[in-house]
């Protein structure tokens, strides 16, 4: 699908996603069930390697999640998939994404949507909102789902079975914006405070603008005219 064929519906943030479940046949399911447990008992946990400067917090990335997530599922003989995700317009407009996991072996499988919000932002495309949205969706749908224990970096470093198993060989590190080009502390502590008098979702803006981890200042200023535009409205709906 184009971007000239996505039309954006009216967008509008809420506090907090909406897990939807549907109604399932009433059939045990325990070879899926057993090997649920082994995915969840393969995620000891994921460091978090990422910052929220807005919230001052610290927290695992969306890639962090997934990675964890998808060796757990392998580990357990499980396929994890997006299957579909429908766009609900309405006073508030919310993506449903449907997940699927399917024990390969029996191919039992469990049917599980999961909504979360759209939020609007002017001069960002629509395809850009909807896949922060669907990606913020995933993230939490599996933090959930696996029971994933989110841990302090330095605490999971030192942990012993958390091995460092790199090699020379190992493709480098994506290449960091310059330190120049990240936001500064000034305009860090102007969204805190916004978001304070908005009352806007930390999460919420990270999913549309992305993580504040490498914010530059060309992002920063987008993200404080966004909140300054919210309260001119009131703050959020």
Same mark, same amino acid.
């Given at each position: 699908?184009?971007?000239?064929?996505?039309?954006?519906?009216?967008?509008?943030?809420?506090?907090?996603?909406?897990? %939807?479940?549907?109604?399932?046949?009433?059939?045990?399911?325990?070879?899926?069930?057993?090997?649920?447990?082994?995915?969840?008992?393969?995620?000891?946990?994921?460091?978090?390697?990422?910052?929220?400067?807005?919230? %001052?917090?610290?927290?695992?990335?969306? !890639?962090?999640?997934?990675?964890?997530?998808?060796?757990? +599922?392998? %580990?357990?003989g499980l396929s994890f998939r997006m299957e579909t995700f429908s766009i609900k317009p309405g006073q508030t407009t919310w993506v449903e994404a449907v997940f699927v996991i399917v024990h390969a072996e029996s191919m039992e499988r469990l049917i599980a949507p999961y909504s979360w919000p759209l939020v609007t932002q002017?001069?960002?495309?629509? !395809?850009?909102?909807? /896949?922060?949205?669907?990606?913020?969706?995933?993230?939490?749908?599996?933090?959930?789902?696996?029971?994933?224990?989110?841990?302090?970096?330095?605490?999971?470093?030192?942990?012993?079975?958390?091995?460092?198993?790199?090699? &020379?060989? !190992?493709? &480098? &590190? &994506?290449?960091?914006?310059?330190?120049?080009?990240?936001?500064?502390?000034?305009? +860090?502590?102007?969204?805190?405070?916004?978001?304070?008098?908005?009352?806007?979702?930390?999460?919420?803006?990270?999913?549309?603008?992305?993580?504040?981890?490498?914010?530059?200042?060309?992002?920063?200023?987008?993200?404080?005219?966004?909140?300054?535009?919210?309260?001119?409205? /009131?703050? %959020?709906?």
């Amino acid at each position: 699908m184009s971007d000239s064929t996505l039309d954006s519906p009216p967008l509008m943030m809420v506090d907090k996603p909406v897990l %939807k479940v549907m109604p399932f046949d009433n059939l045990a399911k325990p070879k899926l069930e057993a090997a649920i447990l082994i995915a969840q008992a393969e995620i000891k946990g994921v460091g978090k390697e990422s910052r929220n400067e807005y919230a %001052k917090y610290n927290y695992a990335s969306s !890639d962090q999640i997934l990675a964890a997530s998808r060796a757990a +599922f392998l %580990k357990a003989g499980l396929s994890f998939r997006m299957e579909t995700f429908s766009i609900k317009p309405g006073q508030t407009t919310w993506v449903e994404a449907v997940f699927v996991i399917v024990h390969a072996e029996s191919m039992e499988r469990l049917i599980a949507p999961y909504s979360w919000p759209l939020v609007t932002q002017e001069k960002k495309p629509f !395809d850009k909102i909807l /896949g922060g949205a669907l990606t913020t969706a995933t993230r939490y749908f599996l933090r959930g789902f696996l029971s994933i224990p989110q841990i302090e970096a330095e605490e999971m470093h030192a942990r012993p079975d958390n091995r460092d198993d790199s090699s &020379p060989d !190992d493709p &480098p &590190p &994506p290449e960091q914006p310059d330190q120049n080009d990240l936001a500064t502390k000034e305009q +860090f502590q102007m969204i805190g405070h916004l978001i304070r008098t908005t009352g806007a979702v930390p999460a919420a803006i990270e999913a549309s603008f992305g993580p504040s981890e490498g914010l530059t200042v060309e992002a920063a200023n987008r993200v404080i005219q966004y909140l300054n535009n919210l309260k001119g409205k /009131g703050g %959020k709906k």
